[in-house]
């Protein structure tokens, strides 16, 4: 069955210190998406980013990177730097890409960066 | 660039009442989906639809709930008899192409559901 698990469920760092967001997922799909998305207290959805399951290299956008490991079945997410502005609860998520495309979301880490 | 839209913002309402929730996905979009947050939860998959038909459906979308496209632009979620466990957020959320493909899901902004 697909599942998608964060562990920590919150998160609290003083600003400019680095933070690495957990994800470990399951599916039976060799083809299958993973996903990050923000929602800052406003609550509306921010897409980060999305990784298909043949693209194992590590991605950076400016302070976010992402390392995905298919051998632990792990997509964790690392904030460096942080800012008070990237205060938000974070969401990884699964789409099995071969049986249906609905997002399973984790159940979200909530993360604090004190100024 | 084109977003998905939701009306209203925010909805309060009594317990029993029937409520619509509107949403417009992006125009050349043919897959719309249902999503609900209740508040300090993870966010879960209610529906999918294509072709004028519902594609799947979770355990949460039972009978008091049905989706529609009315006038092929405008892509609703109607809960007949409001329950206080309806409270959450309802995202709507559109894809361009085919399943099993690559294409985005973009989610609309949401609408919080207050049932009283």
């Known amino acids: 069955a697909q599942k998608v698990t964060q562990a920590q469920t919150e998160i609290s760092v003083v600003e400019k210190e680095d933070v690495t967001l957990d994800c470990v997922y399951e599916?039976?799909?060799?083809?299958?998406?993973l996903f990050w998305y923000k929602q800052p207290p406003s609550g509306e959805l921010v897409f980060l980013i999305r990784?298909?399951?043949?693209?194992?290299q590590n991605e950076i956008s400016g302070r976010y990177s992402w390392n995905f490991q298919k051998s632990t079945s792990s997509f964790n997410f690392t904030i460096t730097a942080s800012q008070v502005v990237d205060s938000a609860v974070y969401f990884c998520a699964l789409s099995e890409a071969e049986r249906d495309d609905k997002i399973i979301f984790g159940k979200g880490t909530r993360l604090h960066i004190l100024p | 660039e084109p977003e998905v839209t939701q009306t209203p913002s925010h909805q309060v309402t009594q317990m029993g009442q029937e409520v619509i929730l509107r949403c417009v996905p992006i125009s050349n979009h043919l897959y719309f989906y249902w999503y609900r947050q209740i508040l300090g939860q993870k966010v879960e998959f209610l529906v999918s639809f294509y072709n004028n038909e519902i594609s799947e459906k979770s355990e949460i979308f039972d009978d008091q709930f049905s989706v529609e496209r009315p006038d092929g632009s405008n892509f609703t979620l109607k809960i007949r008899s409001t329950k206080l466990e309806d409270s959450a957020m309802y995202f709507c959320a559109s894809k361009e192409g085919v399943p099993q493909s690559s294409y985005e899901q973009y989610f609309g902004p949401g609408t919080r559901l207050t049932v009283t």
């Open positions: 990784r298909n399951s043949f693209d194992e």
């Open positions: 599916t039976r799909d060799t083809t299958y998406y």
